[in-house]
């Protein structure tokens, strides 16, 4: 069982840059594959950007470029490094973690709130 809690939200300017966290707790950390998604009001859930346990990484051609994802299994904490901030991506940014084999599971951590002011 894997419990996520994000941080590093907040307001930033147009332009600005961010970092947040997400830090798991419980066991198997290493093994799961972790995904950053966000989700604005009125819009449908959109996948940001995720790293497989074995370190393979996937962008959306929004953020490609201007975002990095990053994991630290011995810390247990997930990372998205954003810069280059615009207000279309003012969002909740929620981690997931998740796995298929042997048994499909996955866990979701409660969001953050991103501001980003023009």
């Known amino acids: 069982q894997v419990q996520l809690v994000e941080s590093g939200g907040g307001l930033v300017q147009s332009g600005g840059s961010l970092r947040l966290s997400c830090k798991g707790s419980?066991?198997?950390?290493?093994?799961?594959?972790m995904a950053w998604y966000r989700q604005a009001p009125g819009s449908e859930l959109e996948s940001v950007a995720e790293?497989?346990?074995?370190?393979?990484?996937g962008y959306a051609d929004s953020v490609r470029g201007r975002f990095t994802i990053s994991r630290d299994d011995r810390k247990k904490i997930l990372y998205l490094e954003m810069t280059h901030l615009e207000p279309e991506d003012s969002a909740v940014y929620s981690c997931?973690?998740?796995?298929?084999?042997?048994?499909?599971?996955?866990?979701w951590g409660q969001g953050t709130q991103v501001t980003v002011s023009s």
């Open positions: 419980g066991s198997g950390f290493m093994n799961y594959h």
């Open positions: 790293i497989s346990a074995g370190g393979t990484l």
């Open positions: 997931r973690a998740y796995r298929n084999f042997p048994l499909k599971i996955e866990y």
